[in-house]
């Protein structure tokens, strides 16, 4: 195992990116059977909270303290549901909170062995659920990066990833 490439903005590491791409794919791939595209990466100075729902878990090496944020608006995360369960549900409810703090203890896994198969040394950390409109407090001027992703339906959800 190599030591992470320590860069200048790890927003900015295609690596970083694609492992969570792969993470999220796979993940819905194998867990609910649901296709989807990925939009283009790209980087914001400000976080805006995109979702009646996300989850939320820290990411922390030796290098590196990020937070990692899956933000999902209702349609998205219900069809998601739906093919999860093949059951409709109408609205966000604890099987939703349940999904969505699965579905991110999932990706984040699956990111963090690619990671730390690379040096970065993640550490494992425990999901939190968030549900209404929330703004992330930032303590220092770091930067967002968002992966915007897209379902069959048309739907949209977001990873967002800050490192401070």
Request: net charge negative.
């Amino acid at each position: 195992m190599t030591a992470a490439p320590k860069l200048q903005n790890p927003l900015l590491d295609k690596t970083l990116i694609n492992s969570f791409i792969d993470g999220v794919s796979k993940t819905l791939k194998t867990m609910a059977n649901t296709d989807l595209t990925y939009g283009k990466p790209y980087v914001e100075q400000k976080f805006a909270a995109r979702g009646e729902i996300a989850g939320v878990v820290g990411m922390v090496s030796n290098q590196y303290k990020a937070t990692l944020t899956l933000s999902f608006p209702k349609p998205a995360i219900l069809l998601i549901l739906e093919n999860m369960l093949g059951e409709k549900h109408t609205d966000i409810s604890a099987e939703v909170f349940d999904a969505v703090g699965e579905l991110t203890n999932m990706i984040y896994g699956s990111a963090k062995a690619t990671l730390n198969d690379l040096g970065y040394n993640f550490e494992m950390a425990i999901p939190t659920v968030i549900q209404g409109q929330f703004i992330m407090l930032q303590h220092s001027k770091s930067a967002t990066l968002v992966i915007p992703f897209k379902l069959t339906n048309q739907a949209e959800f977001f990873i967002e990833i800050s490192v401070y």
